[in-house]
């Protein structure tokens, strides 16, 4: 695996990649690689050659009260899980090279990057989908993989992409998750003890929710009162939001049609969290994916 630190270097070995007629993957990332980011590799191999990947903390995605200076950078070993598995490139720019000097351009994607997690992160879509541009425009891919947790996150980069006439291919990959349903993050190295157990009410109001819809409930508000009062038993974590929105735009829905999520944001202790539910219309059922 070749470690690559220059945007320059970085597309020539994407444009020699291209005019080979290879089909290029591309797995962004802030690093701290646990097996959720794996999983993406993998994908990514199975559709492609070759693969890169990037590790860049994005400083102009975090607010100025959130972890960007303690953020988790275990570089070297991420380093050995990603050429374990087999990827060929490691793009890691330091934040001078892709924010240099006298940069003063933003990409706001009006809509999804103003709901939920852009409500309570004002900052935080505009500087994803500006990084997120910049990477698609240094590498090039034809296929780019991303995981379902950040659910929001990937409408926003769909919408930025179709509506910018980006040529790469997104797709979004399954949750990867604990033992006890808790997702992958590389934020979960925060939570100690009783705040750790605490973290799985996410998931477990989630369960509440399959179970309900499974058991053959429709009504929206009922839900979410489901969801909520289950994140209320548990008196150390703190709700941001619980919503059933529509898949593409997130927007909140009135009915369970088409593709929708149920989204929530909390605070274990200090650490927060994000968790979802795919909630898909196949014929006369509702299948509910966590």
Known sequence: M???????????????????????????????????HLSLVREAKSRCSPVVVSIFVNPTQFGPSEDLAKYPRPFEADCAALEELGADYLFAPPAEEMYPKGFSTAICVEGIGERLEGRSRPSHFSGVATVVLK?????????????????????????????????????????????????????????????????TV?????????????????????????????????????????????????????????SCFAVLAAKAGRTRLIDNALIEEIGDRLNVSL
């Open 2 to 36: 070749e470690i690559v630190r220059t945007i320059e270097w970085m597309k020539q070995l994407s444009r020699a990649a291209r005019a080979r007629e290879h089909v290029l993957g591309f797995v962004p990332t802030m690093g701290a690689i646990h097996e959720g």
């Open 135 to 199: 990477l698609f425009e240094i590498v090039q891919p034809n296929v780019a993989v991303f995981g379902r947790k950040d659910a929001q996150q990937q409408a926003l980069v769909r919408r930025m992409a179709r509506d910018l006439d980006l040529d790469a291919q997104i797709v979004t990959c399954p949750i990867v998750r604990e033992p006890d349903g808790l997702a992958l993050s590389s934020r979960n190295v925060y939570l100690k003890g009783d705040d750790r157990r605490a973290a």
């Open 202 to 258: 996410l998931y477990r109001s989630l369960v509440a929710l399959r179970e309900q819809i499974d058991h053959g409930e429709r009504d929206i508000a009922r839900l979410l009162a489901t969801m909520r009062s289950v994140v209320a038993s548990e008196p150390s974590v703190t709700l941001d939001y619980a919503e059933i929105v529509d898949a593409d735009n997130f927007e909140k829905v009135m009915n369970l049609r088409g």
